[in-house]
């Protein structure tokens, strides 16, 4: 069975930095792609970053030269750095994988940025 748990989220001032993880498990997780979304109230889940299991890296250009999406293979976990966040950021985080056609999503953590 998939798990995913983030963990990482809070309240934090405009220009401050948080660090987001995603635990995983059930999965053979060095394989596995991994996403970090968002999504605002009012607003649709959009991708902030994903990383490849060769350890290539993407992102949104809303988040793009702020955010770092990271993994480490050992622990089965991911992360994202986000740093000068933004009033904008605030969302809930979800991590995300795949297991064959079907996507897992953790239970989402908050992020709120108060300016």
């Known amino acids: 069975q998939v798990h995913l748990v983030e963990s990482g989220g809070g309240l934090v001032q405009a220009g401050g930095s948080l660090r987001l993880s995603c635990a995983a498990s059930?999965?053979?997780?060095?394989?596995?792609?991994m996403y970090w979304y968002r999504q605002a109230p009012g607003k649709q889940r959009e991708l902030v970053a994903g990383?490849?299991?060769?350890?290539?890296?993407n992102y949104a250009d809303s988040v793009k030269g702020r955010f770092t999406i990271s993994r480490d293979n050992a622990k089965n976990t991911v992360y994202l750095q986000m740093n000068s966040l933004k009033p904008e950021d605030t969302a809930v985080y979800y991590c995300?994988?795949?297991?064959?056609?079907?996507?897992?999503w953790g239970q989402g953590t908050q992020v709120t940025v108060s300016s």
């Open positions: 059930g999965i053979i997780f060095s394989i596995n792609a």
């Open positions: 990383i490849t299991s060769g350890g290539s890296t």
């Open positions: 995300k994988t795949n297991r064959g056609t079907r996507d897992y």
